[in-house]
């Protein structure tokens, strides 16, 4: 990709943290990335590793207990952080938009599509007119793969399928041509062959449109099929950062090793037993000190215990946080270990 | 694994009624024939709403099957009745008819009580918080199985059984007086093992174990699931639908689209020789946790959309969204035949 010198969006040590009665708990503990224009970049985690709140920070979303209490969010240069209402709501749907898991519950049930895609354009756009919103809103489902516009956009969200339903999300998502596309989970609630119908979708749109998408999501094939670049977050840390194939090949973090190893090969010939991360993910109320993962590593050294190991760089834009690596630079070599 | 036949089912059928609407309602599972054998894994993949939960069900009987014979262990435990069987002398074996065949007889309608049965075929289900009641104990839920098939003599037994079930699943014995909120989502499941082992099964539906869970807690589950099954010669029926995981467990698998099994093969050979034209689809949509090999290949995307099963497709119901679909496939229904060793499916292309 040659237009990803521009920075489209830059994160910078942002912090979360969740007032509850029972504690702070630190759903995001200081990540930074970047990310260029067209690029995808995909977070991969488990549910309760600060993914999802990761996203709706940059969106302005969180909701009480939830504050951005450090760090830094910027887009195009601007600090996002800093925008007042107004700026926000100008930010939001124009400039960067979002797409949910569950497209029942982000679509209004008792308006009919139309009319929800028309009123996102109209927001953002106050001189335009009821039918050129209409006639846009069309064109968007017809982008999107749905046949039978006239009658659809008449429809309320239960008439459609999940996928179609999916399909409807994105074409909101994108009515008002955005930058960047924050995608929370979109196809883990959908069917294999539906799943594969809207990556196919999304990957075709983002060649069209240039737009950059932060893909977000649990299942590592989706990431292999439509990223480039990978963040690996473990209880709201980014472990392991670098370019899609450098997170396949030549993972670097004891967690990033154990989740690919962790998997039933997809061309294996005959059984091949799995090989799991022991032990259960951290609860988040009660962190351990130093490296969150170290209590289910099987490399667990004393200093990972107490200490948060820094970021080590293994390549180019691959870096990640393990004091194995940094043990390994010590010593001077910089082979790096596939596990 | 041996070769006897441990469960069979012939042409099991399952509709829901619907409300309001005259017909059979929604045709959920629909004349579907297969056997499991003592000991061996069988997988049963499909989308959503193809009817893989309600055949796991239906054959346990807790859903009443609308036709359809089920033999667990040479016991009928249902028959609608009219099946030809052949007729058996004194001593088993079938009596030779006038023209060499066998004599037949119809089946009569039979409908057992279950209790005798439930203690040797069990259920273990995908959302682990869901299926253990939140008010008792983890010992309570795990011993009131125990109770009510009285497999204890006495109380220092039960708690004896109990303690033993909670380690052999890997939780602590302490946690028998927990409850299952205190739990993260893989230990509740590990109590609902625990909970079907309590019996002392034979066969245990597992009805999407571990899509409920996370990705490195998945193949934990997987892993205790399989050391039960060498340990105690436990025979499965897992039910998943994702492929992966259900080829990496299975010795077969069975294919599923809208409430008919479609394709039953060995698991490696479905997977390196697909036959039916919806498994063909449904391997090449499961994405490859390989970035070069995702890059390399090509997919064959399904146009539309699952259709619904209260009115499902006459002849072959996968032919709406078939690339290859002819004109007898909209009029026939195509035999579930052999086409290779062990290997079945249903297709008119393939004839």
């Known amino acids: ?339 | 694994m041996d070769e006897r036949v441990l469960l069979q089912v012939q042409n099991l059928r399952k509709y829901f009624p619907v409300k309001g609407v005259k017909g059979p309602g929604v045709q959920a599972v629909q004349d579907v024939s297969l056997e499991i054998k003592k000991g061996e894994t069988l997988g049963l993949v499909g989308e959503s709403g193809c009817g893989k939960t309600t055949l796991g069900r239906t054959i346990l009987r807790l859903y009443e099957p609308t036709a359809g014979r089920i033999i667990y262990d040479g016991k009928t435990i249902y028959d609608s009745g009219g099946f030809e069987l052949p007729a058996p002398d004194k001593d088993g074996k079938s009596l030779p008819g006038q023209d060499g065949k066998p004599q037949v007889h119809k089946s009569k309608k039979t409908a057992p009580d279950m209790l005798p049965f439930r203690r040797k075929m069990q259920i273990i289900f995908q959302d682990p918080s869901a299926s253990l009641d939140p008010r008792m104990t983890v010992g309570e839920i795990i011993g009131e199985a125990v109770d009510i098939h009285k497999l204890a003599s006495s109380k220092t037994e039960r708690t004896e059984i109990i303690k033993s079930l909670l380690s052999s699943v890997g939780l602590n014995t302490e946690h028998a007086n927990r409850f299952p909120h205190e739990f993260s989502g893989g230990q509740q499941q590990r109590v609902g093992v625990a909970r079907a082992l309590a019996v002392k099964p034979e066969f245990i539906v597992c009805d999407e174990p571990i899509s409920a869970l996370d990705v490195s807690i998945q193949s934990q589950i997987v892993n205790m699931l399989e050391d039960m099954q060498n340990a105690l010669g436990l025979t499965y029926l897992f039910i998943a639908h994702d492929l992966s995981v259900v080829r990496h467990i299975s010795n077969r698998i069975g294919v599923m689209y809208l409430g008919s099994l479609v394709e039953l093969a060995e698991s490696y050979e479905l997977n390196k020789h697909p036959l039916h034209p919806y498994t063909k689809t449904l391997l090449s949509a499961i994405p490859v946790p390989d970035p070069e090999k995702s890059r390399a290949r090509s997919r064959i995307v399904l146009e539309g959309d699952i259709p619904s099963p209260m009115n499902p497709p006459a002849g072959c119901r996968f032919h709406t969204r078939c690339p290859y679909a002819k004109p007898i496939c909209s009029e026939q229904t195509p035999e579930f035949k052999e086409y290779n060793k062990g290997h079945r499916a249903a297709c008119h292309i393939l004839n």
């Not at chain 1, 007032?19 to 930074?32: D, H, L, R």
Request: hydrophobic share 35%; aromatic share 6%.
């Open chain 1, 1 to 339: 990709m040659d237009n990803t010198e521009k920075k489209l969006l830059e994160v910078k040590d942002l912090r979360v943290s969740f007032f509850t009665p029972a504690g702070e708990v630190k759903a995001v503990g200081g990540i930074s990335y970047d990310l260029g224009c067209g690029e995808v970049m995909g977070i991969v985690g488990e549910s309760g590793s600060g993914k999802s709140v990761e996203a709706y920070s940059i969106m302005g979303l969180l909701q009480s207990p939830g504050k951005v209490i450090g760090g830094s969010i910027s887009f195009e240069g601007e600090d996002v952080l800093a925008y007042d209402k107004d700026q926000m709501l100008d930010f939001r749907g124009k400039k960067v938009s979002m797409i949910f898991q569950n497209p029942m519950t982000s679509l209004n049930p008792v308006y009919t599509i139309g009319n929800q895609l028309a009123e996102a354009l109209r927001t953002h756009n106050k001189g335009i007119s009821p039918a050129q919103a209409n006639g846009k809103a069309m064109e968007m489902l017809t982008l999107v793969g749905i046949n039978n516009v006239g009658k659809r956009m008449k429809q309320y969200p239960h008439e459609f399928s999940g996928g179609m339903r999916q399909r409807v999300m994105i074409a909101m998502g994108l009515i008002c041509s955005p930058k960047l596309l924050i995608a929370d989970e979109p196809t883990t609630a959908l069917d294999v062959t539906i799943q594969a119908q809207i990556l196919e979708l999304m990957k075709e749109l983002q060649k069209k449109t240039g737009m950059g998408i932060i893909f977000i999501t649990h299942n590592l094939g989706v990431v292999a099929e439509i990223c480039d670049k990978v963040s690996v977050m473990y209880a709201g840390k980014i472990i392991e950062q670098g370019k899609v194939d450098d997170i396949f090949y030549k993972p670097g973090h004891p967690y990033t090793i154990g989740l690919l190893r962790s998997m039933p090969r997809v061309d294996a010939e005959a059984y091949e037993r799995l090989i799991p991360i022991d032990g259960t993910p951290v609860d988040m109320l009660n962190p351990p000190d130093g490296c969150p993962f170290a209590p289910r590593c099987e490399h667990c050294m004393q200093i990972c215990l107490t200490k948060m190991p820094p970021y080590i760089a293994l390549g180019e834009d691959h870096r990640s946080a393990c004091w194995l690596r940094v043990q390994e630079k010590l010593n001077g070599g910089e082979g790096q270990n596939n596990g």
